[in-house]
């Protein structure tokens, strides 16, 4: 059985994020193939990168980090619900996932977006970052729309068609995330 964690990706007061997040962890919650846990970003309270060293070189000094990276580490993979801010993640979670580096390695990810254009472009960004870091993006994604999935562009109410997408999406979640957590076992290389 693997662990997943569903991160909630905006810290703003108010956010939609939350909402989305919750949505995603009930889907989650009534599966029999994997654990879930929300990740709140808010939680961690992680300042902008403070760290001497870079992340590549495996040495936390802080304890904000060291506690953000047992959290990110205990997972087999990870679903991200992105906000879209100039069309890209918001600084927050930019930051958060620079913090850390083999932390990431050799997972699988799904993505949640939501935003105008269903947060699209952000989820775009966020793939090109997850490649660097060695994280295996599944194609299946949930795109959520301020004007169709949500009231007043802030009150969440998905579209029946989103709880299908979203499904998709878990499955293949947990069908990657198994996989690469063999791969793991098997000796992959982690930290080049
Ligand atoms: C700083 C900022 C920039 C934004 N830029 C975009 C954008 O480029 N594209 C878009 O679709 N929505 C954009 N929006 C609207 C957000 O998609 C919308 O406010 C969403 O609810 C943000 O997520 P959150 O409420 O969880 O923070 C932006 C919102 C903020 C606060």
């Not at 964690?5 to 949505?23: D, H, K, L, M, Y």
């Not at 699209?120 to 795109?143: D, F, P, S, Y």
């Not at 947990?174 to 690469?180: D, N």
């Amino acid at each position: 059985m693997i662990n997943v964690a569903i991160i909630i990706g905006s810290t703003r007061p108010g956010r939609n994020g939350e909402a989305v997040a919750r949505w995603i962890h009930d889907l989650a919650a009534e599966r029999d193939d994997a654990r879930f846990e929300l990740v709140d970003l808010k939680d961690f309270g992680l300042p902008h990168l403070d760290e001497a060293m870079p992340p590549a070189m495996g040495r936390y000094d802080l304890p904000h980090t060291r506690k953000w990276a047992d959290k990110i580490a205990s997972f087999d993979a990870y679903v991200f619900v992105t906000p879209e801010y100039n069309h890209s993640i918001s600084g927050a979670l930019k930051d958060a996932i620079d913090f850390l580096y083999g932390e990431w390695h050799n997972k699988a990810a799904g993505f949640v977006g939501y935003g105008s254009l269903g947060g699209a472009r952000a989820v775009e960004h966020l793939r090109l970052i997850m490649g660097e870091l060695k994280v295996a993006g599944v194609g299946a994604q949930v795109a959520l729309f301020l004007s169709s999935d949500f009231e007043n562009f802030s009150t969440f109410n998905p579209a029946a068609h989103q709880t299908r997408a979203a499904t998709a999406m878990l499955d293949e979640v947990v069908a990657w995330g198994g996989a690469l957590k063999e791969l793991r076992a098997g000796g992959a290389p982690a930290h080049t």
